[in-house]
């Protein structure tokens, strides 16, 4: 319990030194509402597993990540789908978000999922077995084409034969296709 609230607390002062600039530029903004954007992209980056299991073979483990994002209409809602994977095997996210503007050409949002693992047992940087996953992030436009994401996943129950949830830090750069 004690490792898990380290984590909680390391998710929110990175979450912190990541939107507070944005917020800090909002103000600067005119009276018209906020905008945030609406790409579409595919990313990659890297993505950090900052907890263990408690058994042998749930180390946390350093990995990358593939990370998409299909706008779904006018709603505020996008399709995502994620591939972390580290030294053994891989976890495929399917996910669903609600993504709010938070500043021009920025998003926050939330995400809910499932992760499929490739081969149960094996780390990767969400656990070593499937589970249900909820996540948050950023996401914002940084260049002509280009954006920038950052999200922290809770993997709930992902590891064999303990009930520890993981928790994975994911951050990259995207291409706009859309």
Known sequence: M??????????????????????????????????????????????AGVTNGGQDGDAATLGGNLTGRLKLGNTPFSARGNVLWGNETTAIIPE????????????????????????????TPLGNRESVVVGAGVESEVANNFLVYTNAKVGLRAYEN?????????GGLGYRFR
């Open 162 to 170: 303990s009930p520890a949830s993981a928790i994975s830090i994911n």
């Open 96 to 123: 669903i978000s609600v993504d709010v503007p938070i500043a021009n050409r920025t998003n926050a949002y939330i995400t809910g999922g499932y992760s499929f693992v490739e081969n149960n047992g094996a780390p």
């Open 2 to 47: 004690k490792n898990i609230l380290k984590s909680f607390m390391a998710i929110s002062a990175l979450s912190s030194l990541v939107v507070a600039p944005i917020l800090l530029s909002a103000g600067q903004a005119s009276a018209q509402p906020t905008r945030g954007t609406d790409a579409s992209y595919v990313g990659a980056g890297v993505a």
